[in-house]
């Protein structure tokens, strides 16, 4: 039996089918199988159960060499589980329902990703360069936060950026929580390229970094502040304790409400069916768009929980130690 697994879609996605693939792994020794991505299977490098699987679709050969005498080609897709669009099970359940064929995901492996220890000392070097160019030397005393306010759909405009999935941070939110974490924080911006705000007290790492060399820096940080998009998929693989904004997608199917700080206020969550049609989404979307206002007292509610739970993060001053990395 030959058996390969196509995953699409963004890196989230791809990040959370790893436990899925693990428990397969586990109830499969003496099978041949791959995954192919279509662009991100770097994230499952240094998984030793499943590096050695992934393909690339761009591979010299591959057609012939792997998918010509295959048994079986399956392609995941949760948005076609009736669980999934209806906010009862998450993307890794999801995944595991498919992959594995079950119900019953309390077998499931906890998220976990890998980095080296060369990337960890180079993540650490960047942060260092960085906060110590900005805030001169006191920069050791403050804990590392990173933030990633903005979502793969973020567009900017002349007056600021516009999400029409509704994923990204508001402006006038990040601004909110940055003025309140500021002097305690080093805050690093994980949309700090060319093209992106320039939130006051945020540091902009200025060399275009990939996306190991961000696993390595959430991996080293106290915590993370972001949306729905990858990096809240890799604070959780990295065990970064986390806020995560939500308002265009639901907790549930996205990100970790078990393990994180959701940021949202109490409008109703009209779901989009996407990648199943184009049904309602233009009215979802536009329905949800209260899901991205929130009072004054909201607001400040949300800021104190951030507050505290920075606080109560121990600070990982050995970060970039061998017994730290996976």
């Known amino acids: 039996m030959k058996k390969i697994f196509c995953i699409d879609g963004g890196i989230g996605r791809v990040i959370t089918s790893i436990p899925a693939f693990l428990k397969y792994a586990k109830n499969h020794p ?37 998918f010509w005498d295959a048994d079986e080609v399956v392609q995941p897709e949760p948005y076609r589980l009736p669980q999934y669009y209806r906010n009862e099970i998450s993307l ?15 077998d499931l492996p906890d998220l976990e990703l890998s980095v080296t220890l060369n990337e960890m000392m180079n993540a650490k070097n960047l942060v260092g360069q960085a906060a110590h160019a900005a805030l001169g030397n006191d920069f050791p005393k403050k804990k590392i936060v990173v933030i990633q306010p903005l979502g793969s759909t973020a567009i900017p405009t002349n007056i600021g950026f516009y999400d029409k999935g509704l994923r990204s941070i508001p402006d006038y939110m990040t601004k909110r929580i940055v003025e309140a974490i500021k002097d305690d924080c080093i805050i690093i911006n994980m949309n700090g390229g060319e093209n992106y705000s320039q939130f006051e007290y945020v540091i902009n790492i200025q060399q275009q970094l990939d996306i190991r060399t961000w696993m390595a820096i959430i991996k080293q940080a106290d915590y993370f502040i972001g949306c729905d998009s990858c990096g809240q998929h890799i604070a959780r693989g990295m065990g970064t304790p986390a806020s995560v904004f939500i308002a265009g997608t639901h907790e549930v199917n996205v990100s970790y409400p078990d393990d994180f700080h959701i940021i949202k206020n109490d409008s109703k969550f009209y779901p989009s069916p996407i990648r199943l049609s184009n049904w309602t989404t233009e009215l979802a979307e536009q329905l949800n768009e209260k899901r991205t206002n929130f009072t004054d007292e909201q607001l400040d509610e949300h800021i104190n929980t951030i507050i505290t739970n920075i606080k109560a993060t121990k600070k990982r001053k050995n970060a970039c130690c061998v017994k730290d990395v996976k």
């Open 92 to 106: 890794a359940e999801a995944f595991d329902k498919i992959i594995n064929e079950t119900d019953d995901h309390s």
């Open 30 to 66: 003496e099978e041949e199988w791959y995954i192919m991505t279509y662009a991100w299977e770097f994230v499952f490098w240094g998984i030793e159960e499943l590096q050695p699987r992934v393909l690339h679709p761009e591979a010299k050969g591959i057609f012939e060499k792997v």
